[in-house]
C-alpha cells in the first residue's frame, strides 16, 4: 500500500520558521516529481513547490518563493519542505503529493498521483 505522510506542522508566530517532512512508503518515489501543496479554510489547493527526481530542478509558487525551500533525499524516499519568514496567510493544511507518471505540468493537482493527508500549519500574527 502506498503511503505519503506529512510531519512537522504546527502553531508558529509570524517570522518563524517550520520543517515539513513527507515519508513515502510502499513504493520507491526516487525516480518521481515530488510536490508540496496547500489549501486554506474556504480556498481551493494552491501550489506550493515541487522537486525533480535528482533534485536538480525546483519550481515554487509565487506566493512562497525566496522563503520556502523543497528539497529531497531519495535514499529515505522522503521530501522537505523549509518554510521561513512564515506569514499568516501560510495558515492552510500542507499536502505532499507523488506524479508517478513524469507530466510536463508541475502545478496542476490533477498532475500528481498520490497525496498524503496532510498536516496543518497555523501561523499567528
Known amino acids: 500500500q502506498v503511503q505519503l505522510v506529512e510531519s512537522g506542522g504546527g502553531l508558529v508566530q509570524a517570522g518563524g520558521s517550520l520543517r515539513l517532512s513527507c515519508a513515502a512508503s510502499?513504493?520507491?518515489?526516487?525516480?518521481?516529481?515530488m510536490g508540496w501543496f496547500r489549501q486554506a479554510p474556504g480556498k481551493g489547493r494552491e501550489f506550493v513547490a515541487a522537486?525533480?527526481?535528482?533534485?536538480?530542478?525546483?519550481l515554487y509558487g509565487d506566493t512562497v518563493k525566496g522563503r520556502f525551500t523543497i528539497s529531497r533525499d531519495n535514499a529515505k524516499n522522503t521530501v522537505y519542505l523549509q518554510m521561513n519568514s512564515l506569514k499568516p496567510e501560510d495558515t492552510a493544511i500542507y499536502y505532499c503529493a507523488a506524479d508517478t507518471k513524469h507530466r510536463t505540468n508541475w502545478v496542476y493537482t490533477g498532475a500528481y498521483d498520490y497525496w498524503g493527508q496532510g498536516t496543518q500549519v497555523t501561523v499567528s500574527s
Open positions: 522537486i525533480a527526481w535528482s533534485g536538480g530542478m525546483t
Open positions: 510502499g513504493r520507491t518515489f526516487s525516480s518521481d516529481r
